[in-house]
Every structure is written in C-alpha cells, then in structure tokens.
C-alpha cells in the first residue's frame, strides 16, 4: 500500500468495555530532530506549553487531547539526564550543556519518540497536523538510514476484556502476521532486530485453536510459555499486566512492562520522511486484524485455509487467504 490512507477505517467495534468511544495511542519514533526541536514543534501545532524535565524527557498537555510525551528513547540517556537534572535543581536543570550533549550523541542512534494520549478513534486525524509539522522540520524515518529501526506503535483498545475476545483477536493477528509484515513493508533493519519477532509457530498453531470455552488463565499461561517477551510484533504484555499481573510478574521481569486494557502493536516502519504518508496507512493495515476479529464466520474461513497450508511441507504459492485479508483492506479504506 503506497501513498497517503484517504482517511482512518473505523473497526466494527466502536465502544470500550465501559460504553465509551475506544481509543488508540500512536508512539512515533524518528530521527533528524533533537527533543527541544521536537517540543517546540509540538507546541506550534498544539498550542499548548511544555514541561521540561530533562534534556531526555519533556510532556505537554493538551486541552482536549491529553498529555503527550516526548523523549528520547534509551533508558540510559533518561537516567543520565534525570541524575544531571536532579544534580543542577535550582541552577538550571534543564539547561545542561553537558547533558544536551551526551543525549545528542545519544540519538545518533536511537530515536526522538513522541508518545501520544489515547485518542478517540473517530478523532485520529487530529494527528495528521502533528506528522506534517514533524516532516517538515526535519524529522527522518526508518528508511533514512540502514541503522534506523524506528518504527510506529500502536496501542488500541479493546472492545472487551473476555477470554474469548482477546482470542479472537490473537487468532486474527496469527493468521495475519505474514501479510502485516509484507504490506507494511517492514525494514529489513527492523527484522534483524529483536524487537518486533514473529509468535512461534508451534504458539500459532495452538492460538489459531482457540474457541468461545477459552479462560483466562488458559490464554495467558500459554502466552507466557511461548512470549515471555516484550520482543513481539503484537506485544500483549501491557494487557496481560492489566488482567492477571501476579502472574506476568512470575515469567517476565522487565520494569518497562506498564499495564493498561490496550493492545501494543509494534510492526509498522515509520515513514514520516515521505510526504505522501500518515498515521491512517498504519492504523487501516491494523484494522483488517479487527474485522478478521469481529466476523467469526470470516476468521473461521481464513484459519481453515491457514491450517490447510500449513500441513503442506513446502508452499511455492502464495498463502490463499492473503487475497482476503487484500479485500477486507480494500473494503475499510473505501467504504
């Protein structure tokens, strides 16, 4: 899918748990720009005022929308600078040479990352203004450079926290994990990393099981035995933490892990430095994952095809079900 989505698909499940419109956060990570740039840049587009809270982290809150973060995204850089900041109270906390420095040496390498509230989900082209501004001061995405392995997270809320639900939508994931990769033409940089791994095989083929009987304990014990990581395309930790956290807690320990009633979607490049891209291109791709999930009949069908192929012991063809997954995006971007 090249050029610019005409517009953000809405999921045929429109309302959270509580009744209320569901909403998506969007962390977009990039290069090309320092964090103060990146701040002043926000403010332009927001109008609204910034706290600094080191030469690493900044926030911003923005009536209507709420609190977005900018900071540079390596542990190391925000604990130097918090300690340098912490260090200066009183003389300039946020105005350190030293740090300034040692963060922009910093982000050779690793990204700027603006993370953004969670936002209603027929209100997501508020971000459109934000990409704008970004690319055109400068920021660069992960094709800019065969070390930027900058990609965009996606954080969606859930429909509904049942056991069924969430396997809905893991079957859905599973049998689209392949064509996710090649429509968002993911970097080979970003593959080669860790951090946005394929779920093993022998986890899709019991995912791809589950049915309406599916319990809660169930789903997350086998979560945990096969992705005891947060190094997956579709990241499951953070909702996991929300619904059983004592028992996350006893296979993964990582303090980045944060609980909240969201999936964490982690497959897609950022492209920001293409003028003709925005955020709908990698929302819609992801909500072809939410039609497969709220159209049992339609999964049903896909996973069947999933399943005959993969007894085969060796596919020249193209995997069957990938024309449908083309259709059902073809379908939400022209509706």
């Known amino acids: 899918m090249t050029g610019v989505a005409a517009k953000y698909a809405m999921p045929d499940r429109l309302t959270n748990p509580t009744g209320s419109t569901r909403r998506a956060g969007f962390e977009v990570e990039f290069a090309g720009l320092e964090l103060r740039a990146t701040v002043r840049v926000l403010q332009q587009v927001f109008g609204a005022s910034a706290t600094l809270h ?3 982290e900044a926030t911003m809150e923005v009536p209507g929308l709420g609190k977005f973060k900018v ?5 190391l850089a925000k604990q130097l600078a918090k300690s340098r900041a912490e260090a200066r109270s009183g003389r300039g906390k946020t ?17 700027v990352e603006v993370v953004c509230p969670p936002i209603p989900i027929d209100r997501l082209t508020v971000l459109d203004a934000m990409v704008k501004a970004l690319r055109e001061a400068g920021a660069e995405g ?10 965009v997270h996606i954080n969606p809320e859930l429909p509904s926290l049942d056991a069924a639900t969430i396997g809905q939508y893991l079957r859905a994931y599973v049998v689209a994990q392949d064509w996710l990769i090649r429509r968002h033409r993911v970097d080979p ?19 791809v099981d589950y049915d309406a009987s599916l319990n809660l304990d169930t789903l997350v014990a086998d979560y945990l035995a096969y992705n005891a990581t947060r190094n997956r395309g579709l990241d499951m930790l ?3 933490m929300e619904l059983n956290p004592e028992r996350v807690r006893e296979s993964v320990s990582d303090s980045r ?17 293409r003028g003709d891209w925005s955020l709908a291109e990698t929302w819609n791709l992801w909500c072809v994952v939410e039609r497969l999930a709220s159209n049992s009949a339609l999964l049903d069908s896909v996973v069947a095809e999933y ?4 007894t085969q012991l060796i596919n020249f063809t193209r995997a069957p079900w990938h024309r449908t997954l083309d259709r059902i995006l073809n379908d939400l971007v022209s509706a």
């Open 54 to 56: 080191s030469e690493a």
């Open 71 to 75: 900071e540079v995204d390596s542990e």
């Open 95 to 111: 105005d350190d040479p030293l740090a300034q420095w040692l963060v922009n040496l910093t982000t050779e390498l690793v990204p």
């Open 142 to 151: 992960t094709a800019e450079s065969v070390v930027y392995a900058f990609g």
């Open 189 to 207: 940089t970003r593959r080669f990393t860790p951090y946005i791994d394929v779920y093993p095989g022998s986890y899709c083929q019991r995912a």
């Open 238 to 240: 953070p909702l996991f």
């Open 257 to 273: 892990i944060n609980a909240r009633p969201t999936f964490h979607y982690r497959l897609p490049n950022c492209e920001i430095e």
């Open 307 to 310: 399943r005959q192929y993969a």
